[in-house]
């Protein structure tokens, strides 16, 4: 899966293919702002919210990270002038980090500081969800994260669960009263410092589960997201929040869009709030292959896609 996303080749006949359309439009909201602001409204009047993420990551050309950024702005300002909450994520791949931290920030701030100014004008508390990637980013996106805290943004981190040191980076978060999405993480280079094997992350990521919902991060204005479709884990999440007096709404689960829509909805019809992370972009093939690998149920669909069916 990893060779079939990187592939240039693979990614040029899929994007440009008709008969690939069926797979795009099962994990991607289209191909602009535009499209994506239309299947955000539909999501938003079904009871879900929505993330924003305009596709491409560990991008090397200057030209494509100024698009980038340009694209997440115009993400931000069309959610605004929707009248829908302005949730936008973000990968500092995407912005520059791949090349140059200082340009990378540079981009993150000018961003930051769009949101910042459409919250000032009104707009539905607008978040700057900053994405975690592999293990050689933590510590600069945790930087980054401080250097847009500081300069007013409103911004929030994800942070993974597989992580060893994910319990140390999430104290100082809970104890200013910020926000993070936990999730398992996506990443398995990380050696010694990650745990190994499902069983050890899904005990880390309740472990972490059990911090973000202790009646201190509660009286800290603490804001916990789980990033998960993992059946088991959700009901204990769920329990927790209960046993310590949290109610939907000053929680939340996020999903990525497309992928178990029958949980997805079942949990909004539990009343808890379910945000749908929904990438959109023409760079929708490393995404989608990546979605496609974590389920074999997904196979049958890319087979259908590749015979054209
Ligand atoms: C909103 C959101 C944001 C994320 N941001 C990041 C990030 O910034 N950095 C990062 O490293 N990772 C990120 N991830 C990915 C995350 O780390 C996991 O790799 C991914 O979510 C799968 O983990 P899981 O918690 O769903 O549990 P799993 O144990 O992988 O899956 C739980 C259940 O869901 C099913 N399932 C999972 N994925 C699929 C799929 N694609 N199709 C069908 N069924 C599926 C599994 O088969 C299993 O039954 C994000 C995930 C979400 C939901």
């Not at 029958?262 to 959109?280: K, M, S, W």
Request: a positive charge.
């Amino acid at each position: 899966m990893i060779a079939l996303a990187r592939s240039p080749r693979v990614t040029r006949w899929m994007q440009g293919n008709r008969a690939a359309a069926a797979l795009a439009r099962r994990f991607v909201g289209g191909g602009d702002v535009a499209a994506a602001t239309a299947v955000a409204r539909e999501l938003e009047r079904a009871g879900f919210k929505t993330s924003l993420y305009y596709l491409g990551e560990y991008v090397e050309d200057p030209a494509l990270v100024a698009e980038n950024g340009r694209q997440k702005i115009a993400a931000a300002e069309a959610l605004a002038a929707a009248r829908m909450q302005v949730h936008v994520s973000c990968d500092a791949t995407q912005l520059g980090y791949a090349i140059d931290d200082a340009a990378g920030a540079t981009l993150a701030l000018r961003i930051g500081e769009r949101l910042r100014a459409l919250a000032e004008a009104g707009a539905q508390q607008p978040v700057l969800m900053l994405n975690m990637e592999d293990a050689a980013y933590v510590d600069r996106i945790l930087v980054l994260r401080r250097h847009l805290l500081a300069a007013g943004v409103p911004v929030a981190q994800t942070l993974q669960a597989y992580l060893k040191r994910t319990a140390a980076d999430l104290v100082p978060i809970i104890d200013e009263g910020g926000m993070v999405r936990l999730v398992k993480g996506a990443f398995a280079d990380a050696g010694a410092h990650a745990f190994q094997g499902a069983a050890a992350i899904d005990a880390n990521y309740l472990a972490l589960a059990a911090r973000m919902l202790a009646p201190e991060a509660k009286a800290r204005g603490f804001r916990p997201v789980f990033g998960t479709h993992d059946h088991r884990l959700i009901p204990q999440i769920r329990d927790l929040a209960r046993v310590n007096g949290w109610k939907p709404g000053e929680y939340g689960f996020e999903m990525l869009y497309g992928v178990r829509p029958l949980l997805q909805q079942a949990l909004r019809d539990a009343g808890e709030e379910v945000r749908l992370y929904l990438p959109f972009g023409r760079a929708w093939w490393p995404y989608a292959v990546r979605r496609v690998g974590e389920s074999p149920r997904n196979f049958l669909l890319l087979a259908r896609t590749v015979l054209g069916g």
